[in-house]
């Protein structure tokens, strides 16, 4: 179900509950045993940019960290290889990439960029208070966090006040239709309102892959309550230009279905909220 994954569904797969450990542990297997591929396959689409979603999307569209970049502290938060914490820097911002997998870091290094590389969990941020300007995450990290209301706290934590979080993450209508990005993929099989994880196990029953499917409702709850005052949300449309399959992302589904959510969120001051 994953827009980064390298297919569609395992013959293990299921959904079930799945605790934030086990969570964190199958993404740190997964990114470290899948970096080199998902890089040889994606890496030309997402480099250069700080790119939303699949749809292709950028952040220099957008513009929801605002038009001047310039001194900006920001932290990427799954930053995978690093190609949108590559792309702040050249903006003026001063970016930080942190990701749970370590091959990942490791193909982040590579770069010519010299950005600040973190190696921990998005729900363990290994920061001090008020860090942080902005806080971003395209499809990184939010949707493998068994708790989102553990994530954003820390998120809230390491934010000044009137700082900035957006994230990108699959979006939840997609999770009542099946992983498969042509005419089986458009009918709804599940209820969208299933909040069980997707699982997929190995064959001794390990959770190699987890990713966790909350409502719209549960995003803004989970904001709310954790500090914050929601900005936007944008929907991308699929672009006619883009003509790729990525995952159960393709032209098709994209035309008809959302296939990506983009939240925006400012954390409101705490001597205020």
Known sequence: MDPLSQGGEA??????????IESARAARQWWDRDSAAYLDEHADFLDGALVWGPE?????????????????RVLEVGCGAAAGSAWLASQGAFAVGL???????????TRDEHVPLVHASGDRLPFVPGSF?????????????????????????????????????????????PDDPGIAGLTATMSYFDRRAYVER????????????????????????????????????????NEQTWGAWSPLRGGLLPGTAIWSARA???STG
């Open 11 to 20: 013959s293990s797969a299921r959904r079930e509950p799945l605790d934030a």
């Open 56 to 72: 292709g999307l950028t952040e220099l569209e957008t513009r929801l960290l605002g038009l001047d970049l310039d001194g900006l």
């Open 99 to 109: 990701d749970v997998s370590g091959a990942m870091l490791a193909a982040a290094a």
């Open 133 to 177: 300007d902005a806080v971003v995450s395209a499809h990184g990290a939010l949707a493998f966090m068994g708790d989102l209301h553990a994530t954003l706290r820390e998120v809230r934590r390491v934010l000044r006040d009137g700082g900035l979080v957006v994230f990108s993450v699959t979006h939840p209508v997609r999770w009542a239709f």
């Open 202 to 241: 190995d064959p001794a029953g390990n959770p190699v892959y987890v990713e966790h499917h909350r409502t719209m409702g549960d995003t803004v709850m989970a904001l709310v309550e954790t500090g914050f005052s929601i900005e936007g949300l944008i929907e991308p449309e699929w672009p006619s230009d």
């Open 268 to 270: 409101i001051n705490s």
